[in-house]
């Protein structure tokens, strides 16, 4: 079971006005602990006006074994995001807990083309991605179609620019902003017309390994089907959503009754007693077991486990593949008990 580990802050980089880079220097000990693949996040946490608060954030930097960086975007009463544009400063000491996520590309010797939709602060798993699909061999290429509100709000825009010099021939970039019409970019959203753009017209002889899109939910919908309705394998598509939709009208409303659930973690074995309207891991952190989560909406993978004995169903599942399913796994955070008994080890995954 993965656990935090206190990393200093390196030093801070603003990028935009609503975002920063954050660099974590990691010691000796926790080289291994904190080695991750590119596409993957990490989870903070740190106690903010008295309340706990954990936050999922992608590393957008390339592997090192002393230090890694992420990128935050300051959002509407972000908890965190605020005290990192405000408060935090290089010196200071954060909880973080070892990367995980399966928004991954593993680099290889042999060649890949890849293509990423990204928009927003979803460019920050694709940062680390880009780097390890050019730097894995000298003739792959990375198509990457980015969306923002202006260029003045564009994440790693000066990042990206010198990729193009650095990698003319291999990285292709497509700038697209919804509210400023500037020269270099594209004017609108992402939307099926982007995806065609690129697959008929810009990249239209161009066999592509894979593609990666990480934004809102609605954007990663539309560009998946326009993909597949090309005729790219479903299996070819990875995503990863930096937000989810509310899954409280979701909920069904004849869910009666109480579940009595195990559960297992640490090697340790709790009992609790829960509604079925309840969400498991909301009945799970009631009780105070220190379950392993992040983003509470899905959105993440930190609070999968194994259902081994009765039945729940998720309420809303963007990540866990069919036989993952099949093999008794559920994210907790949208897990509803069903059966009246249930056991959900987080040591089985």
């Given amino acids: 079971m993965s656990k935090f580990h206190s990393l200093t802050v390196k030093h801070i980089k603003p990028l935009t006005p609503s975002s920063v880079a954050i660099t974590f220097s990691v010691p000796k000990d926790l080289i291994q602990t904190f080695d991750f693949i590119p596409g993957q996040y990490i989870t903070i946490k740190k106690e903010i006006k008295g309340k706990e608060l954990r ?24 908890g965190f995001s605020d005290y990192a544009h405000n408060k935090l400063a290089a010196g200071d000491v954060l909880e973080v807990m070892p990367p995980e996520g399966r928004f991954t590309f593993a680099p290889t010797e042999n ?18 991605i880009v780097k ?14 980015y969306g923002n509100k202006s260029q003045n709000e564009t994440m790693f825009y000066t990042d990206l620019a010198k990729l193009e010099l650095d990698y003319p021939d291999r990285f292709f970039a497509y700038f697209i902003n919804s509210q400023t019409q500037e020269d270099n970019s594209l004017f609108g959203r992402i939307d099926s017309s982007t995806v065609n753009y690129i697959l008929k ?21 539309q560009v998946s089907d326009t993909l597949q309705d090309n005729d790219i394998p479903k299996d070819k598509i990875h995503f990863e959503l930096f937000t989810t ?30 509604d079925r309207k309840e969400l498991v891991l909301d009945a799970v952190l009631k009780q105070n077991i220190d379950a392993p989560y992040s983003c509470q909406g899905g959105v993440c993978s930190s609070c999968i486990a194994r259902v081994t004995e009765g039945k729940a169903e ?6 866990l593949t069919d036989g993952e399913i099949e093999e008794g796994f559920i994210l907790t955070c949208q897990a509803l008990p069903i059966t009246p008994n249930l056991t959900v080890d987080f040591d089985d995954v």
């Fill in 314 to 319: 998720m309420v809303k599942n963007q990540i």
């Fill in 132 to 145: 390890a699909v050019l730097a894995s061999n000298p003739v792959s290429k990375f198509v990457l179609v």
């Fill in 245 to 274: 939709t509310e899954i409280l009208d979701e909920m069904p409303v004849n869910a009666e009754g109480q579940t009595n659930v195990k559960v297992i973690l640490e090697d340790e074995e709790f009992n609790l007693t829960m």
């Fill in 55 to 78: 936050r999922a954030y992608s590393i957008c930097s390339s592997p090192k074994s002393d230090s890694f960086t992420i990128g935050v975007k300051k959002v509407e009463r972000g």
């Fill in 111 to 128: 060649p890949k083309t890849v293509a990423a939709f990204a928009a927003g602060s979803g460019i920050t798993p694709i940062m680390s």
């Fill in 201 to 221: 017209n810009k990249h239209k002889d161009t066999n592509f390994d894979a593609f990666y899109l990480c934004g809102p939910e609605a954007m990663i919908n």
